[in-house]
T-cell receptor, first 113, second 113 residues
Framework: DQQVKQNSPSLSVQEGRISILNCDYT??????FLWYKKYPAEGPTFLISISSIKDKNEDGRFTVFLNKSAKHLSLHIVPSQPGDSAVYFC????????????FGKGTLLTVNP | NAGVTQTPKFQVLKTGQSMTLQCAQD?????MSWYRQDPGMGLRLIHY???????DQGEVPNGYNVSRSTTEDFPLRLLSAAPSQTSVYFCASRPGQWKQPQHFGDGTRLSIL
């Protein structure tokens, strides 16, 4: 049973526009959520995180929104740049320990010039 | 800044062979972990360690062994390689404090023939 779901395998947007990547989870014990970006032949790079006590966290062009009642989070990238083209993974953990990350399958974002 | 270093980057094994994937971090992080990523899948946790001398199983531990004799190193051993273990392996580390993101190495691509 997949506890973290990224239902869109791919997303294509124009440079300068907003990219919205979505993630749903089923485990109500998850209390810490992260987004990672991954380029080919490299390891995942931490992008932004959010604790369950918040509903929004911003870092420059990146904003993560958390809707606990819907068990849904989203990553907004504004404005999108060609260098943002990568696979984005949503991950979650419980208990505050962040020892065990559960990952979604990833969404391939392509930003077209 | 080396961060998390994984060696080798690529390896081809024959079924039944054993080998050790190396992982070293120079950030004095308490927590280290191993994940595997298969095509179309998110990363899945194999084993993790919360400090020197302490290890525990993740989601997919069978066929793998770990030890943590120092803070810096966390090797992953394949006891008897099987084709199902063909994957990309990522090592990660993070500080011991609550809700800190994990930092990943660039991975080892392993093929079992």
């Amino acid at each position: 049973d997949q506890q973290v779901k990224q239902n869109s395998p791919s997303l294509s947007v124009q440079e300068g526009r907003i990219s919205i990547l979505n993630c749903d989870y089923t485990n109500s014990m998850f209390d810490y959520f992260l987004w990672y970006k991954k380029y080919p032949a490299e390891g995942p790079t931490f992008l932004i995180s959010i604790s369950s006590i918040k509903d929004k966290n911003e870092d420059g062009r990146f904003t993560v929104f958390l809707n606990k009642s819907a068990k849904h989070l989203s990553l907004h990238i504004v404005p999108s740049q060609p260098g943002d083209s990568a696979v984005y993974f949503c991950a979650a953990s419980s208990g505050g320990s962040n020892y065990k990350l559960t990952f979604g399958k990833g969404t391939l974002l392509t930003v077209n010039p | 800044n080396a961060g998390v270093t994984q060696t080798p980057k690529f390896q081809v094994l024959k079924t039944g062979q054993s080998m050790t994937l190396q992982c070293a971090q120079d950030m004095n992080h308490e927590y280290m972990s191993w994940y595997r990523q298969d095509p179309g899948m998110g990363l899945r946790l194999i084993h993790y360690s919360v400090g020197a001398g302490i290890t525990d199983q993740g989601e997919v531990p069978n066929g793998y062994n770990v030890s943590r004799s120092t803070t810096e190193d966390f090797p992953l051993r394949l006891l008897s390689a099987a084709p199902s273990q063909t994957s990309v392996y990522f090592c990660a580390s993070r500080p011991g404090q609550w809700k800190q993101p994990q930092h990943f190495g660039d991975g080892t691509r392993l093929s079992i023939l």
